[in-house]
């Protein structure tokens, strides 16, 4: 026989009139939605991205009974639907049509005429790599038997997560552990308001209508760069200014980012170093009028604009998460204190990713996401985050792992410089892509591998083999006496570990 609650909620499906009162029940509150059953867990993920399904997947192959919970419509965070993955569809995109549209196709003999800029269809193409992607973490989800809950999910209690959908329908999932991976969001810019027209974040950037007669950029940072270069490539006059005195962001080695703004400013990007911005409006032709002044202080300036950039860094998705719920405070940034487990001061409540300290890298919320998860299972959790790799994705791409020379000098730390440039390289001499070079600083006692910094095409690929040999202490003579195909570029990176080592290269 149905319960009245089931009673109840049948016929407010069907849109029957509800008396107030039925003979021998008590009064209900009817809602329009049927309530779930509990789901009972071990392992509860909070956010799909990276760092989120990465650990879902993990935690399932682990044998956990896993729940993965996304308040958004497709799987993949930030990083698959408007960070990384559409970023980087742009960028290798309008690459190609610059070399077509320039004089590098030319200079190669390829003569093109009639050449048209297609927007919408490059932006078909980024989207199509987007869809597959995400829906291939929903089919590993399958594959792996991670129970997928679409909804926003909040903690309310130590061992308890609760999702609401869009319909206002709720999923209670009873877990044993919850592992906290919602994220970031975009900083925004006190006093400028971002429509996602005009006015952008990079979510808007990766989707313009069209291009932008000029385009101002606020931050000239990791984003900032990358996200000018699209723009830059398909047409745009860029500008971008930037608090610090140099580009590339935090964390970059100084002589790299020099030489980095060197070839960007070739490319065509123009950058104000060592300014503030005060403030944007919009004028009655649509156009952006935006003051800045010197960082130090002196004489107001104002830029004009058609589309104003704001790429001023991102921080921690961690309000509504309930976590005042189970007792748990942010730090003075908005992320959440964790220990070397990845635990909060509540055992079974954990975080990784964005939301806790360290930089906000995929790579690094994935590696956490799978050591957690391990720790959770009784294993070791360890994580060295000086081997974490950075690289930012113009052209040339620009990558790092360990210590910058600035670090070294700060920490006193004896180091020795070894240096290698892509001109002398043979592959990237064929290739008549020869900018950048290689930057290897190593222990001037121990010669142990300390930093490596990379300026040239395949930096981003490149950097893994120094990021490895960091993880296994190797010197800069294991480097070294490891053979590298020839040619290819990956040589120089072999060409300047020699240089750190014997203070010379062979072929510069």
């Known amino acids: ?41 071990d392992v509860t993920v909070v956010g799909s991205g990276p760092g989120g399904y990465v650990a879902a997947i993990k935690a399932a192959q682990l044998g956990f009974k896993t729940v993965c919970v996304e308040k958004n419509a497709t799987l993949g965070g930030t990083c698959l639907n408007v960070g990384c993955i559409p970023s980087k569809a742009l960028l290798n995109n309008s690459y190609l049509y610059h070399m077509a549209h320039g004089k590098d196709f030319e200079s190669r003999g390829i003569e093109i005429s009639g050449l048209t800029l297609n927007l919408e269809k490059m932006m078909s193409q980024k989207s199509g790599a987007v869809k597959a992607l995400t829906g291939g973490i929903a089919h590993l989800f399958k594959q792996n038997k991670v129970t997928h809950v679409n909804g926003y999910g909040k903690v309310t209690g130590k061992n308890q997560v609760t999702a609401t959908s869009a319909d206002g329908s709720e999923q209670v999932i009873n877990t044993k552990n919850i592992l906290i991976a919602t994220g970031s969001e975009v900083t925004p810019f006190p006093g400028i308001e971002i429509d996602e027209v005009n006015v952008v974040s990079s979510t808007g950037a990766l989707s313009l209508s069209k291009v932008p007669g000029e385009l101002l950029v606020i931050g000239a940072g990791v984003i900032g760069v990358e996200l000018g270069s699209v723009w830059q490539r398909l047409g745009s006059k860029v ?25 960007l400013q070739k490319q065509g990007m123009k950058f104000k170093l060592g300014t503030k911005v005060m403030g944007a409006s919009k004028r009655p032709d649509g156009k952006i009028d935006v003051a800045v002044e010197a960082a130090a202080g002196g004489k107001n300036e104002t830029l004009t604009c058609d589309v104003l950039l704001v790429c001023v860094g991102r921080r921690p998705f961690t309000k509504n998460l309930g976590l005042e719920n189970v007792g748990l405070e942010l730090d003075n940034r908005g992320r959440i204190p964790v220990n070397n487990r ?12 964005d939301v806790v300290a360290g930089p906000m890298l995929a790579h690094k919320a994935e590696d956490e996401g799978i050591i957690c998860v391990e720790g959770m299972a009784g294993g070791a959790v360890h994580i060295d985050y000086n081997c974490v790799p950075s690289v930012i994705y113009t052209h040339p791409e620009v990558a790092w792992v360990g210590k910058t020379e600035e670090q070294l000098k700060e920490e006193n730390v004896p180091y020795k410089v070894g240096k290698f440039p892509f001109a002398a390289n043979s592959r990237a001499k064929t290739n008549n892509d020869t900018d950048g070079l290689v930057k290897i600083l190593s222990h001037k006692e121990t010669d142990r591998l300390l930093g490596s910094h990379i ?54």
């Open 1 to 41: 026989m149905q319960s009245w609650n089931q009673l109840y909620r049948s016929l407010a499906k069907r849109g029957h009139h509800l008396p107030c009162k039925l003979k021998g029940a008590s009064v209900l509150s009817v809602r329009t939605y049927a309530d779930r059953a509990a789901i009972d867990a």
């Open 239 to 263: 500008t971008a200014v930037e608090f610090l005195g140099h580009v590339g962001g935090m964390g970059i080695d100084m002589e790299i980012s020099k030489n980095f703004q060197r070839i």
């Open 342 to 353: 990845f635990q909060t001061k509540v055992p079974s409540i954990h975080a990784i990713g």
């Open 455 to 508: 300026l040239g095409t395949g930096a981003g690929d490149m950097i893994n083999e120094a990021a490895l040999a960091m993880e296994y202490g190797a010197s800069c003579e294991d480097v070294a006496r490891v053979c590298h195909a020839h040619p290819t570029v990956s040589e120089a990176f072999r060409e300047a570990n020699l240089a750190a080592s014997f203070g010379k290269a062979i072929n510069f």
